[in-house]
């Protein structure tokens, strides 16, 4: 009984300092990742080239193509055992002469901000100049018809809602507006449309993105948050007198050829086994796509340098990808899926970050098989938690990555989660901008993900 016993404390030994061995050299690995990021990180550094050398990137546009050039060369410099472009067809708008915007209550003019969304037409050569019907949702157009609506100016006024901690859920159910609006509108004889900008920041910054180009269409802009209240207040006192005008000069030229930008580390155990990190080369024309999307794309550049700096040797193949249109088509995330069909390539995951350069929280997942989300808790929370990068939690992904789901189906689709208070005051807006990314954030952040990437390749997701 005795020597039972004895064996029992020896085998549990045996196992806990398996254990503890394993723990050590993860707990060491990213403790050098981190060291690397931290002391000799290069992602600020790109990032202000990006910015300031190259700046705004919409598809089609000259920009775009001196960041591919550059980014390409950029990783071919950190000596990547493959890189290589992938050539894309993308949309070209062009946003054109500066758009202006006023309100007119008889013969008194208040200029307001106002940006075109991307994709929209433009206004006659004199602009719109018409009455306006403010509406909170897109239902509230079935409500009133197109008696109420035709020959006017629909008004997209519905806020962010404030009590979403997590603000791209604030995003995701005020988005509709932007995005299906328009078109709505449209249908029921709208002459023009103007949304509230897509932040809860009250300031004279409009913010642009993405609106529906397909079917009946009519000229739409975003109008700052503070001119929509401000707007919003005189229609409740001079609905009958009160106009909107606004002029703006976009238009869509024919598809361009464009391309993905990838970089690859070789595994050495599983060449054709993928873990993909990525983020998006394009940006809006308003500013310089610092948050949106250029931290994305610079740190997923550098979670390889990294890996490859402190001299890991990865089992599986490590790629990152600077994807081209996320902004306003997804053309680089849909040709990259369908790339990895026609290569026959296994991905076991794919890691966005598009939410900004800021403060890592953790990761979330999709795709995850029963339980394994658990585990993955109980094993790596433990090691991610000195960087208070450990919120582990289902559902993630990212619009680039998404169609891998149908290119692998075993893939896990995983986002990387940064804090999210500041990102829409920023996005899609003028003050997208280098000054507004925090040094010691961004590279926080490529070492969270060098990290994660790290422990996918030693564990797996199964």
Known sequence: MIMKFNTIIALTFILFCATFKVNAQDSLMIRKIYDEALVNGKCYENLH???KDIGPRLSGSTNAQKAIEWGKTLMESYGFDRVFLQE???????????ETGEIIIDDKKIPVPICALGMSIA????????????????KQLDTLGEAAIKGNIVFFNRPFDPRFIETGRAYGTAGDQRFMGPAAAAKYGAVGAIVRSLTEIIDDYPHTGATLSSGKTIPAAAISTKAADMLSILLKG???????????NCKLLPDTLSYNVVGEMTGSENPNKFITVGGHLDSWDLAEG??????????????????????????NSIRAVFFINEE?????GVKYAELAVKNKEDHIAAIETDEGGFTPRGFGFSGLPTGVLKKINQNWKPLLEPYEADRL????????IEPLKTASKDVVIIGYLPDSQRYFDLHHSAKDVFENVNKRELELGSAAMAALVYLIDQKGLK
């Open 88 to 98: 894309v067809m993308v949309p070209h708008w062009v946003r054109g002469a500066k």
């Open 123 to 138: 206004t006659p050569n004199d602009g719109i100049n018409a009455k306006v019907i403010e509406v909170s949702s897109l």
């Open 290 to 315: 610092a948050n949106d999307d250029g931290t994305g794309i610079m740190q997923s550049l550098e979670v390889l340098r990294i890996l490859k700096s402190v001299g890991y040797k990865p089992k």
């Open 238 to 248: 001079n609905q009958n007198v009160l106009k909107f005008r606004f002029k703006q």
């Open 49 to 51: 080239y990006l910015c």
């Open 328 to 332: 306003n088509g997804d053309k680089g």
């Open 393 to 400: 939690i289902a559902g993630g992904g990212g619009a680039d």
